[in-house]
């Protein structure tokens, strides 16, 4: 594996690439280069601390809310780190449990602190943000169970963050949104929690590369093929793993009794078509499903200014799912 990976940005779509996108891909080349260094355990810590840094200072500071505890719980292995968002109001309140992204190797409480702020106050929930551990220190299935773990301490423990236990939905984007998915499969297969809602944000759902979306993008958006198959390879025990459904949730062989879903993608990101794959059978197993793609945008839905557009989508149907129980009749197919 060579020390330098090659990142290159491309500024002149074929098809309309949002102007702002356009911006941000040419101020990444400017302050980037063409290439960025490749994690090696001697390096790895002080490239996710540089990349968490990064991720941090794109997304500002976030909102106030009434409260923000840091806690651990127990994990299949270790103490795991959570921090939960209560937003004023009177309780329980409906509680989101929120994974991070990241490549599977980076990604803490700390990148997510702005978004889940947002999420708690505009949709008046409970926000339960989880740092799961990370690769290539802790293989599939670690960062799976840590948050699977998580979720049921939640579900067990919902008068504890003012929660409502019958309201419990999980959240993720990128990384994290694999970690909501495979959160939802494990929670159907082993019988608790009972979650109502997985809100899905751009996710990684299929260890494959093989998709229209990762030809049309392989290069050129900041996330390409290239990036995703050495995060695989980090994440991943053996090249079996990526066939296990814990991984790979599209190839789970039954969908059905999942949550209500909503799956967000970006048009512009080699992970579109497996997100929208992945919203396409959950919908044929008889799940409701809302999918939308952002146009014109990148994986992230970067700049920021696009991601907080897609935040607003997500806040309103995490509201309907929570507090006005409605159906997915106008389900928007991408």
């Known amino acids: ?12 779509a074929i098809m309309p690439l949002d102007p702002r996108a356009k911006a941000f891909l040419e101020q990444m080349a400017a302050a980037t280069g063409p290439a960025v260094p490749v ?3 001697d390096n790895i810590e002080d490239l996710r601390l540089a990349s968490n840094l990064m991720v941090r200072e794109w997304a500002g500071s976030g909102p106030a809310v009434a409260k923000v505890e840091d806690r651990l719980v127990r994990g299949p ?14 309780g329980p309140l409906p509680v989101l449990v929120y994974f991070h992204g ?16 947002l999420l708690a106050n505009a949709v008046g929930c409970t926000v339960v943000s989880v740092e799961y551990r990370l690769a290539p220190e802790h293989k599939f299935p670690a960062a799976a169970e840590d948050c699977y773990a998580a979720t049921r301490w939640v579900a067990e423990n919902a008068d504890a963050v003012r929660g409502d236990r019958s309201r419990i939905a999980v959240s993720g984007a990128s990384a994290g949104g694999n970690m909501a998915a495979v959160v939802a499969l494990m929670a159907r297969d082993r019988g608790t929690p009972r979650l109502i809602y997985q809100l ?16 049309e993008n392989a290069e050129g958006y900041m996330l390409t093929k290239d990036i995703m198959m050495w995060c695989w390879s980090l994440y991943l025990r053996t090249e ?26 970006a048009e512009y990101d080699p992970l579109r078509d497996e997100g929208e794959a992945y919203a396409a059978r959950v919908r044929q197993a008889g799940v409701p499903v809302v999918c939308k793609r952002q146009a014109g945008a990148i994986h992230g839905g970067l700049p920021p200014a696009m991601a907080q557009e897609m935040t607003g989508e997500a806040i309103a149907d995490l509201r309907s799912a929570f507090f006005l129980e409605k159906g997915h009749e106008d389900d928007e197919v991408c």
């Not at 795991?80 to 968002?85: C, F």
């Not at 944000?201 to 030809?215: E, G, L, R």
């Open 1 to 12: 594996m060579p020390c330098m990976m090659r990142m290159v940005y491309n500024t002149e």
């Open 240 to 265: 079996a793993d990526g066939l296990n459904p814990y991984a790979s949730p599209l190839r789970a062989k039954n969908l059905s009794g999942l949550p209500p879903s909503m799956v967000i993608t």
């Open 77 to 90: 292995e270790c103490q795991i780190p959570i921090r939960i968002y209560t937003p004023r109001g009177k």
């Open 102 to 117: 990241g490549g599977f190797w980076m990604g803490s409480l700390e990148t997510e602190d702005s978004t889940c702020r």
């Open 39 to 41: 994690p090696t355990p």
């Open 200 to 215: 899905l944000m751009y996710p990684v759902t299929n260890y494959a590369f093989d998709t229209p979306s990762y030809q």
